[in-house]
């Protein structure tokens, strides 16, 4: 099915028969797991589903040994059925999805996949095809830098995949070159970019909490946040205009770390009021891992939330383009 054919068909679909599609697409130990699984966890099971794509992988890593290109590479991936089961899951459709594990980095038996309300899509490739991206509504790409991000592959493979970092580093280099030809250029399909980093100007310490910028592309409705961002809160949040890597103008809303938790709690309230939901604040926002928190990943991710609420709900009066 073309692209445009695509969200032809998915306007024809009355909103409760289709689930809200959200891609987090980055390259390998960029977040997309950590930052997906809260927004599972806040909103339950029952409500967002979530998938990674990277199930799609031809080969086992066993098998891997022996070619001459990485999992970043889209020759080792099934990426036409990726599509195809993207596009029957945008519809509400069910798909019979394959499996690999990355413990063991083998390939295990395919499960039935049921979308819900919401469903998230993370992984290598959501947004390399044009058929893919026209299944999403809203699409997001982490961006950390490269030291952030090789810190963070580095103890992720040796604490949870059994690697040694020697092996770890050996393996970034080698998949460098696909990197950068094959998962950084989907960053210019994004409508959010997200990128958890040091604010430079304060000359921060490496063992220092990341803060967050958020890149609010006019390619999609975002959130009015005015009753949000103020001088109360601009410790926390604040809202500025700043150029893209095309040198066009966007919004950028920077989340610092370093600001009080007494003052970012009530940014993450403000925001988890709009929802309308009703419940508390859901402490599984910003969990990293069990006793380690991050309080600008908390509202990045009550940012999507809002985003797949608000279009859950088709309630275009409570967004502003661009902010």
């Not at 031809?58 to 889209?74: G, I």
């Not at 469903?119 to 490269?146: I, K, M, N, W």
């Not at 092996?167 to 950068?180: F, G």
């Not at 925001?271 to 991050?294: H, Q, T, V």
């Amino acid at each position: 099915m073309c692209p445009k054919r695509v969200v032809i068909r998915r306007s024809e679909i009355s909103s409760g028969d289709r689930p809200v599609m959200l891609a987090v697409c980055g390259d390998s130990a960029s977040g997309k797991t950590t930052l997906t699984r809260g927004l599972v966890q806040a909103l339950g099971e029952e409500r967002l589903a979530s998938m990674c794509v990277d199930d799609y992988h031809r080969y086992d890593r066993e098998e891997r040994r022996a070619l001459p290109f990485t999992p970043l590479n889209p020759a080792c991936n099934y990426l036409g059925i990726m599509e195809q089961h993207l596009q029957l899951l945008a519809l509400g459709e069910p798909v019979l999805k394959p499996v690999y594990s990355h413990r063991h980095g083998t390939l295990e038996r395919p499960v039935l996949f049921q979308p819900r309300e919401c469903l998230v899509v993370e992984g290598l490739f959501p947004l390399y095809t044009p058929r893919s991206r026209a299944c999403f509504d809203l699409r997001v790409f982490l961006d950390p830098p490269e030291a952030v991000r090789r810190a963070w592959k580095v103890r992720r493979d040796t604490r949870d995949r059994g690697y040694t970092e020697e092996q770890v580093l050996a393996d970034l280099d080698k998949r460098e070159p696909e990197a950068a030809a094959f998962i950084r250029p989907q960053r210019r399909w994004a409508d959010i970019v997200v990128r958890f980093d040091h604010i430079e100007v304060r000359h921060e310490p490496e063992s220092s909490p990341l803060s967050a910028t958020v890149m609010l592309r006019p390619t999609a409705p975002h959130p009015d946040l005015t009753r949000v961002l103020n001088d109360d809160t601009r410790e926390t949040i604040h809202l500025k205009l700043t150029r893209d890597g095309d040198g066009k103008p966007v919004d950028a809303l920077h989340i610092h770390a370093y600001a009080s938790r007494e003052t970012t709690r009530r940014v993450e309230e403000a925001i988890w009021e709009e929802l309308g939901i009703g419940d508390d604040l859901p402490a599984c926002l910003g969990l990293i891992e069990p006793g380690l928190r991050s309080e600008p990943l908390a509202v990045v991710q009550l940012l999507l939330l809002y985003h797949l609420l608000l279009e859950r709900r088709g309630d275009e009066s409570l967004a502003d383009v661009g902010t």
